[in-house]
């Protein structure tokens, strides 16, 4: 269980797993981005999803939301860019469009990526929760139904399999975040942290068992990240703010240290997992992506990346000492938000900002955060037209 695991075994058992692929290099020329996943990664699914089901828009559907960058809502949870966002940016391809959206009936165009991830899923399916006595918000949108529709859109841009592997060949896969939902559902909801953490294994293997068939069907290049620093977020912090005894706070962040060790754990599981399946299939690029650290980072040192106005308070929320409330929440009448969300780490409690997510991605994009480290090779056609970087292209060439 989550909470016996011992935080210098999680540390030991990270490392040696990140020194099995240090020196490593994913390097590639991606023509689409293929996106599974939950709010993190989410760029309209939910939105059009809850629109159509309920003729009841979700909080993303309304501002503040989108607010910073796009000027409006877009089904996003944050108030700007997604790291699928920036991922896409530095690629030199167009924002990774929704699976499900207006427009959507003929299947629009994907060849340059299409995004299955939809707010609040989860990596189990309902059924699992519902025997448990958990409540899911949205029904009908965790990994497994996010895998029929990526084989539904396979059925409409390739009609044979051969075809199906020509395209993923030159796709980035990225697996989520995925699986935190799983735990947020529980914690939230009232489940002990023992009981939750009995349950990372069996995410973690529905996790892989889903990349396992990806590669069956042609995937060669996956990224797949860990979990964030939970413990770090506002509505946690809330939510656990009766029981001050138990959960203790760490000093240099302000984060709840036991929930930070649970994340931890399902990464140290993630990765034993990873290298499973990269010992097995020699001929794929499974990269891990370390959100947890490269989150972490912001966390230890605020200032540095221009998070002046704290990083555990939410920008948008409904006040308290987090600006979160357990009852009003971003966007819902009573709620405040920021003038300036780039200060914020924190955007509404469960999610984070723009400027989070920028340096976030910057820091596996082109830091240390990604075991093996990608380097993205733009792709030839495209250097007019997206105006790519040479430079990042010249020092490939000279390697």
């Not at 996956?222 to 912090?237: E, H, K, Q, S, T």
């Not at 138990?246 to 990765?271: M, V």
Request: hydrophobic share 35%; aromatic share 12%.
């Amino acid at each position: 269980m989550a909470s016996k695991i011992s935080p210098l075994k999680i540390a030991f058992a990270c490392a040696v797993l990140f020194l099995l692929s240090a020196n490593k290099y994913a390097r590639g020329c991606y023509k689409s981005i293929i996106s599974f996943g939950d709010s993190l990664a989410d760029t309209g699914n939910l939105l059009y999803l809850e629109s159509t089901s309920s003729n009841k828009k979700p909080r993303c559907g309304f501002l503040p939301y989108g607010e910073t960058f796009f000027h409006h809502p877009t089904g996003r949870f944050s108030d700007g860019r997604l790291i699928i966002d920036f991922i896409a940016q530095d690629m030199g391809l167009p924002f990774v469009p929704p699976f499900h959206g207006e427009g959507n009936v003929n299947r629009r165009n994907y060849r340059e990526g299409v995004n299955f991830a939809v707010g609040g899923s989860t990596a189990l399916e309902d059924s699992f929760f519902a025997k448990i006595g958990v409540k899911i918000p949205y029904a009908n949108v965790s990994l497994a139904a996010q895998m029929s529709w990526f084989k539904e859109f396979l059925s409409t841009i390739c009609h044979e399999p051969s075809n199906c592997k020509k395209f993923l060949q030159t796709s980035l896969v990225l697996m989520g975040e995925i699986g935190g939902n799983d735990y947020n559902h529980a914690l939230l909801g009232g489940k002990a942290e023992e009981e939750v953490g009995s349950f990372i294994p069996r995410v973690v293997k529905t996790i892989g068992l889903t990349i396992e068939e990806l590669i069956k069907v042609g995937a060669t290049t996956l990224m797949v990240p860990g979990n964030f620093p939970i413990g770090c977020l506002a509505y946690y912090l809330t939510y656990f703010e009766r029981y001050k005894e138990k959960y203790i706070r760490d000093p240099n962040t302000g984060c709840i240290s036991q929930l930070n060790i649970f994340s931890e754990y399902h990464n140290s599981l993630l990765q034993m997992e990873l290298e499973r399946i990269r010992q097995i299939h020699t001929h794929t690029t499974i990269i891990y992506v370390d959100y947890y650290n490269a989150t972490m980072s912001i966390y230890l040192s605020p200032d540095k990346y221009g998070f002046t106005k704290g990083t555990l308070t939410a920008c948008c929320g409904g006040k308290g000492p987090f600006n979160v409330s357990l009852t009003v929440h971003c966007g819902d009448l009573g709620s405040t938000t920021c003038e300036d969300p780039s200060k914020y780490v924190n955007w509404d409690g469960l999610h984070l900002t723009e400027a989070a997510y920028k340096w976030i991605a910057r820091g596996f994009l082109e830091g240390p955060y990604t075991s093996p480290q990608l380097i993205t090779a733009k792709c030839a056609s495209s250097f007019k037209s997206r105006g790519f970087r040479l430079s990042k292209i010249m020092g490939l060439i000279g390697k």
